[in-house]
């Protein structure tokens, strides 16, 4: 370079390296800040009940709602009379399980502990060992019948997905029933009555869904919800539930419960029966036009998907319906 020495020259090529290498490395700074963000956004909310969250629904009826439809979570419900508290759900796991029963002896100090599980999925089963010894356990046969059959293996499902699932569900186990009953049994909580109910086979053989009538309160399970049903056991009917969602729509629910997502009314039993009576109708009307069975889910996932946004689980109630058409 002319009118620049030697030294000159050299101090600048090392200011320049100098330079491209602090930039290089706030540009590495700067990506791996980057990456470390999306991936905080992107990490799953841990599937825990949250304490101090009760909401009171009607005069005897409360719920721990699943607000942001978490994975893993279900909605907690609670039914207090003058003598005994019906809670129904536990959450995953023994320490979700102590969560719910401490929620429930605050909200009701002294009383009888009543538990029913709306199925035996281990975000709504696998935290009744945590519950006091006096609780009373509550099961329907058919429920009874899916842990004598499947067992934990759902739970080990579950423990494979995350470190998080298996720190809550490992050594988790089934409650026995201290009260049993095959297609309904009803509660007298002092002042309130509650009648629960033996909904099966629907999402699982062992569905139960908990009526409060004073408060027209209905605790659907899975059976009726904001999202798609789904169809989760060798055992789901789509005729079987369309039964259960006709059972729902004549008690004329103001208020129900799903067991995930937000708490709404009877919409979700009548936007149920619209779907399934649908894919029941058209797929029978497929099968006999000799369609096979990919066919009939191609087809049918494509004339619901401008309606249904998410058509993942339409599949299971698709092979329901095939299977029982004639």
Same mark, same amino acid.
């Given at each position: 370079?002319?009118?620049?020495?030697?030294?000159?020259?050299?101090?600048?090529?090392?200011?320049?390296?100098?330079?491209?290498?602090?930039?290089?490395?706030?540009?590495?700074?700067?990506?791996?800040?980057?990456?470390?963000?999306?991936?905080?956004?992107?990490?799953?909310?841990?599937?825990?009940?949250?304490?101090?969250?009760?909401?009171?629904?009607?005069?005897?009826?409360?719920?721990?709602?699943?607000?942001?439809?978490?994975?893993?979570?279900?909605?907690?419900?609670?039914?207090?009379?003058?003598?005994?508290?019906?809670?129904?759900?536990?959450?995953?796991?023994?320490?979700?399980?102590?969560?719910?029963? /401490?929620? *429930?002896?605050?909200?009701?100090?002294?009383?009888?502990?009543?538990?029913?599980?709306?199925?035996?999925?281990?975000?709504?089963?696998?935290?009744?060992?945590?519950?006091?010894?006096?609780?009373?356990?509550?099961?329907?046969?058919?429920?009874?019948?899916?842990?004598?059959?499947?067992?934990?293996?759902?739970?080990?499902?579950?423990?494979?997905?995350?470190?998080?699932?298996?720190?809550?569900?490992?050594?988790?186990?089934?409650?026995?029933?201290?009260?049993?009953?095959?297609?309904?049994?009803?509660?007298?909580?002092?002042?309130? *009555?509650v009648r629960i109910l033996a909904m099966g086979p629907n999402h699982t053989r062992g569905d139960t869904a908990v009526w409060v009538p004073a408060d027209r309160v209905?605790?659907?399970?899975?059976?009726?919800?904001?999202?798609?049903?789904?169809? *989760?056991?060798?055992?789901?009917?789509?005729?079987?539930?369309?039964?259960?969602?006709?059972?729902?729509?004549?008690?004329?629910?103001?208020?129900?419960?799903?067991?995930?997502?937000?708490?709404?009314? /009877?919409?979700?039993?009548?936007?149920?029966?619209?779907?399934?009576?649908?894919?029941?109708?058209?797929?029978?009307?497929?099968?006999?036009?000799?369609?096979?069975?990919?066919?009939?889910?191609?087809?049918?996932?494509?004339?619901?998907?401008?309606?249904? *946004?998410?058509?993942?689980?339409?599949?299971?109630?698709?092979?329901?319906?095939?299977?029982?058409?004639?």
């Amino acid at each position: 370079m002319a009118g620049i020495s030697w030294f000159q020259e050299c101090a600048a090529v090392k200011f320049f390296s100098l330079s491209m290498r602090l930039v290089f490395r706030l540009l590495v700074l700067s990506v791996v800040a980057g990456s470390l963000a999306a991936a905080q956004q992107a990490a799953p909310k841990p599937p825990m009940i949250p304490s101090g969250e009760m909401r009171k629904l009607t005069a005897h009826t409360y719920a721990i709602e699943d607000k942001d439809t978490t994975p893993g979570v279900p909605n907690v419900g609670f039914v207090v009379g003058s003598r005994g508290v019906l809670v129904i759900d536990t959450g995953m796991g023994p320490r979700n399980g102590k969560v719910v029963a /401490a929620e *429930a002896q605050k909200l009701a100090p002294g009383h009888q502990l009543y538990l029913v599980t709306t199925h035996v999925h281990p975000e709504h089963d696998l935290g009744a060992e945590a519950f006091p010894q006096q609780t009373k356990m509550i099961r329907s046969a058919d429920q009874e019948k899916d842990i004598a059959q499947y067992g934990l293996s759902m739970a080990n499902t579950f423990i494979a997905r995350s470190t998080v699932n298996a720190e809550l569900l490992t050594g988790a186990n089934f409650r026995t029933a201290d009260i049993h009953f095959d297609k309904s049994y009803d509660l007298d909580l002092g002042g309130v *009555a509650v009648r629960i109910l033996a909904m099966g086979p629907n999402h699982t053989r062992g569905d139960t869904a908990v009526w409060v009538p004073a408060d027209r309160v209905l605790f659907s399970g899975d059976v009726a919800m904001k999202g798609l049903p789904s169809f *989760a056991s060798p055992d789901s009917s789509v005729k079987q539930w369309l039964a259960s969602l006709q059972t729902f729509a004549a008690l004329k629910p103001a208020i129900v419960v799903p067991s995930h997502g937000p708490i709404g009314d /009877a919409s979700y039993v009548t936007g149920y029966q619209s779907l399934l009576t649908t894919v029941r109708d058209r797929t029978a009307a497929l099968k006999r036009q000799g369609k096979s069975l990919d066919e009939v889910t191609s087809t049918l996932t494509a004339e619901l998907k401008p309606k249904y *946004a998410d058509t993942n689980r339409l599949a299971g109630a698709i092979r329901a319906a095939y299977a029982e058409a004639s």
